[in-house]
């Protein structure tokens, strides 16, 4: 068996991998036109979306992808073959994401920032925080990761509602609702937080009429994907008090380019795309399991819907 690594990482997932199953041959690289070479000898390839996606274009296919990134968007474009299967990574940001989103809650609620600008300006700020419990956290995208934010927040006190592309019931989710209900809920909400992976409907959901019904005291968090957020309503809403804060972790366009009006919006934090890196140990698991499946017939995890681009 002979698997493609492609992935700026490649050495550290070779390493992990040769360690764990050293039957497999392992062809690793980042470099676009190596990996080429050995393409059409690999029936399996590793690694991420966008470098693989080039392949793909060459003519190149694997019987079986296993994606590095939970997102896999690179891998959807119309000119793309969709006859392989496809596998993005499940099970391995959870605890990453809910310890990114805890920590910007306690940071709204403890008014961490607006302390630390008191301290440069030496002025004693003793305002008094307020407790996560009791607040309504609205989680838009309850797979994977959005039910393990809500686990993680539970116990918090802090009151879960989801959204998702269907009304179901879900613990530890009083409610899910269904995408149409969103702005109903979001208006109750004390922290708007988007984890929606990119598909057709979820873009620009987060625009002006949106924005417009939430409390002016609640926060939003985008970790999701940037094409979901209206960039310009967003900035306008800050501009005019429609909402306390936002935390942006993914944008439209990344780096975010110097002249966007993201770096300089009053009361939005960028994060630069840092809320839940793939960690290489947990991936190398989640392959290794998948690929013991995938030889021998059985169901993989985290599988892809091409037609539902997920």
Same mark, same amino acid.
């Given at each position: ?16 991998? !040769? ?46 992808? @296993? !994606? ?10 119309? *000119?793309?073959?969709?006859?392989? +299967? ?34 440069? @300006? ?59 209900? +969103?702005? @109903? ?6 922290? +708007? ?39 310009? *309503? ?14 942006? *972790? ?32 947990? +991936? ?11 030889? !021998? ?14």
């Amino acid at each position: 068996m002979r698997v493609l690594i492609g992935e700026t990482d490649h050495l550290t997932y070779a390493e992990l991998l !040769s360690v764990a199953a050293p039957s497999v041959e392992l062809l690793g690289s980042a470099d676009p036109a190596e990996l080429a070479r050995h393409a059409a000898s690999c029936p399996v390839w590793l690694g991420q979306p966008d470098l693989l996606a080039g392949l793909l274009r060459q003519g190149h296919k694997p019987q079986w992808l @296993q !994606s590095t990134w939970a997102g896999i968007t690179p891998l959807l474009a119309t *000119d793309l073959p969709k006859d392989y +299967l496809l596998t993005r990574a499940v099970g391995i940001f959870g605890q990453v994401m809910a310890e990114y989103v805890l920590c910007h809650l306690l940071a709204h609620e403890r008014a961490l920032f607006a302390q630390r600008a008191a301290q440069a @300006q030496r002025h004693w700020d003793n305002r008094a925080p307020r407790s996560l419990a009791g607040r309504r956290a609205l989680i838009v995208g309850t797979g994977d990761i959005g039910v393990q934010v809500a686990q993680f927040l539970a116990p918090f006190g802090v009151e879960l509602v989801g959204v998702a592309s269907r009304a179901r019931v879900l613990a530890p989710f009083s409610e899910v609702a269904a995408l149409d209900g +969103l702005p @109903q809920l979001a208006a109750t909400a004390d922290y +708007l937080i988007n984890l929606l992976p990119d598909t057709p409907v979820t873009r620009d959901l987060f625009d002006a009429a949106l924005f417009a019904v939430l409390k002016p005291s609640a926060l939003f968090i985008n970790a999701g994907r940037g094409v979901a957020v209206v960039d310009a *309503d967003l900035v306008r809403a800050l501009e005019q008090g429609q909402l306390a804060g936002a935390v942006i *972790d993914v944008c439209r366009q990344e780096p975010l380019p110097t002249a966007h009006p993201f770096w300089h919006a009053p009361r939005l934090l960028l994060t630069g795309h840092s809320s839940a890196p793939t960690e290489p140990r947990l +991936l190398a698991q989640l392959f290794l399991d998948n690929l013991a499946n995938w030889r !021998s017939g059985r169901a993989v995890r985290g599988g892809v819907d091409f037609s539902r681009g997920y």
